[in-house]
T-cell receptor
Framework: NAGVTQTPKFRILKIGQSMTLQCTQDMNHNYMYWYRQDPGMGLKLIYYSVGAGITDKGEVPNGYNVSRSTTEDFPLRLELAAPSQTSVYFC?????????FGPGTRLTVT | KNEVEQSPQNLTAQEGEFITINCSYSVGISALHWLQQHPGGGIVSLFMLSSGKKKHGRLIATINIQEKHSSLHITASHPRDSAVYICAVRPNAGNNRKLIWGLGTSLAVNP
């Protein structure tokens, strides 16, 4: 199993550009999560999903959108990138409560 | 004040030392998680516990629900243990899929 994979690993965006961070898991987990991690801060939950077709907001959803059309994929969309969205983004999945994390995407918005 | 506090923030040890990292929380919980974040950024779950003690190799995690406190111990520390150790709690009220995260303890083990 590849576990949780994320693409891209790194990305630089200009202010106002859009992009999609991809997340795929091959463990047939129902639950999937998107977090952001800023220097010196704990992980912040952006969005999560309890299964295909069901998503819900976390602590910091503004500026982001998600969809969950399949069990495997949970893409995160940034529509109008802002410098405040410079961060490291982690996708995770779980079947019970233990979460499995992807390697992260380092995003810089300038 | 964060609902999950870790101490110390930073820790430097010599190889072979016994290490303790602490996590205190202020909410009622159904479980507590310990995770390790490698220098390259990857995050791995170490333990999930709701009572007592768990052991895996040189790592031991304990929790005291009444005192709202957990400790992560590393015996015979090694430079490869250098990482950030993160505590997170699962509240027993509200949406328990939303973990509350500590800020992490950065551990450096010198040879």
């Amino acid at each position: 199993n590849a576990g949780v994979t994320q693409t891209p690993k790194f990305r630089i965006l200009k202010i106002g550009q859009s992009m999609t961070l991809q997340c795929t898991q091959d463990m047939n987990h129902n639950y999937m999560y998107w977090y952001r991690q800023d220097p010196g801060m704990g992980l912040k939950l952006i969005y999560y999903s309890v299964g295909a077709g069901i998503t819900d907001k976390g602590e910091v959803p503004n500026g982001y959108n998600v969809s969950r059309s399949t069990t495997e994929d949970f893409p995160l969309r940034l529509e109008l990138a802002a410098p405040s969205q410079t961060s490291v983004y982690f996708c995770a999945s779980s079947v019970s409560y233990e979460q499995y994390f992807g390697p992260g995407t380092r995003l810089t918005v300038t | 004040k964060n609902e999950v506090e870790q101490s110390p923030q930073n820790l430097t040890a010599q190889e072979g030392e016994f290490i303790t990292i602490n996590c205190s929380y202020s909410v009622g919980i159904s479980a507590l998680h310990w995770l390790q974040q490698h220098p390259g950024g990857g995050i791995v779950s170490l333990f999930m516990l709701s009572s007592g003690k768990k052991k895996h190799g040189r790592l031991i995690a304990t929790i005291n629900i009444q005192e709202k406190h957990s400790s992560l111990h590393i015996t015979a520390s090694h430079p490869r243990d250098s990482a950030v150790y993160i505590c997170a709690v699962r509240p027993n009220a509200g949406n328990n899929r939303k973990l509350i995260w500590g800020l992490g303890t950065s551990l450096a083990v010198n040879p």
